[in-house]
């Protein structure tokens, strides 16, 4: 078995250096461009991977910056940072930022990118009428489907998909979910996991996503013949030709961790996975942490996070 | 058989001197099987309602996969009555993914990794991020050790766990992802 591991260890310091690529998203509506100065290397087969279909525009200046030297390695690293607003996944972060610094970091090795996408988009609902439902004055007309919604009073309902979203009333219906206004119409609406994002089911066209980024599909070694996209803390399989969901490939937290600042909370366990015990075993100096494909060394002490540990096997 | 040299005994030996010991939750003992968690689920005698949740949420390919993750598992019994709807109906496709996802964390989480951070949490308690964005609160009551999901319900860590290729099965009584009483 080939063993494949890519170290990067990023002191926070050189997170100080200049020119780290600065970018901030814009209204939240666009879709990220990738248009700034200074285009970094582009992968010849995910060309489009940190463009993604994020929210807002992407001014991206990014900077190349050489990783581990020596021993014939000609691996180059690049870093940027981005801003997007959070969104309801981030609600009860440790801080309360309005705007919440990204990293983007871009390896290359032996000519091929290894792109690790750290940042996606944020569905927090999308607005106007879902499929089938007309729209009428203050929302969206409520006969049908949204009467159904109405008359949906199941208390699990109504209290599991409110506490997972964003502030407001949601409602659960065949497949979906929807805000509820105000006025007690339909403010927006999202596609769930295994309702109208279940296995078989279209990729809905007004849900965004981010095309998986290569290191994920190396890494939960998914390579057949799907189109993969990222959205909610979810990885799916899309057959390129039917945009039927194919596979749900991996669950993710979504969560951020940039070198230099404080590890989110919920880590307090010990978490590696058996195989890299050995080498990322927590010290009085160093504690590691599993995340999303990655291991992260962090300052027991400060909290601040050391390291960021790419797996590849 | 192994064979382990004194020499190399005492060179450990040596080394522990030297070198920060690392923390009891680091090492782990116990090898893991070679099945992963979709398959050490099915083989489970108790586990059988959740590897029909797990079947009816379309996520089997998760937990067939790389991984790794933790899954904090209600037991058969704990299913009882716990809502008003049953996870494995095929209208509950959505629901049954949404009970998994708030059972789950990432990673590989051993009952020793969570008393001993535990044994360092000063005010005996520590949270596990779950992979719907919830917080996982475990503390210890006697010898056994509580989880209770934030805003949702409480179980009490069951059985024996379960190390799977993947990552870990940790039984426990009852379902976290309980609407508060009325």
Sequence with gaps: MRNFLMITAVAAAALTLPAAAMAQNGNGNGKGQGNGRGQAERGPDRDDGDRGRGRGQERAERRDDRGPRGKGDDRRWERAEVRVQPGPRDRDRDDDRRWDERQVRRAVRDGVPVVVLRDAPRNVYIQGCPPGLAKKNNGCLPPGQARQIARADRRWDDWYWSRTRDDGRWRYDDGYVYRIADNGGVAGWLPVLGGALGLGNLWPQQYQYAPAPQYYTDYWRVNDGYDYRYADGVMYGVDPQTQAIGSVVALLTGQQWNVGQRMPSGYDVYNVPYAYRGRYADTADSWYRYNDGYVYQVDPTTQLVQAVIQLLV | ?182
Excluded at chain 2, 116 to 133: H, P, Q, S
Excluded at chain 2, 156 to 173: C, Y
């Design chain 2, 1 to 182: 058989m192994i064979r382990v040299s004194t020499a190399a005994v005492l060179a450990a030996f040596a080394l522990a001197a030297c070198n920060p010991a690392p923390s009891a939750d680091a090492g782990g003992a116990a090898e893991p099987s070679s099945r992963t968690l979709a398959a050490e689920l099915k083989g489970a005698g108790d586990l059988g309602t959740l590897e029909a949740v797990l079947v009816n949420s379309g996520l089997e390919k998760v937990l067939e996969g790389v991984g790794p993750y933790t899954v904090f598992a209600p037991v058969d019994d704990a299913f009882d009555g716990a809502t008003a709807f049953d996870f494995r109906d095929e209208a509950e496709k959505a629901q049954a993914a949404a009970l998994l996802r708030s059972h789950m964390v990432p990673g590989a989480v051993t009952r020793a990794d969570v008393s001993a951070a535990l044994g360092r949490a000063e005010d005996g308690k520590v949270e596990m991020r779950t992979l719907d964005n919830g917080l996982i609160t475990f503390t210890r009551e006697g010898e056994a050790i509580v989880a209770t999901l934030a805003d949702g319900g409480r179980a009490v860590l069951t059985g024996e766990e379960v190390l799977a290729s993947n990552g870990v099965i940790q039984p426990i009584d009852g379902v976290l992802l309980m609407a508060p009483a009325a």
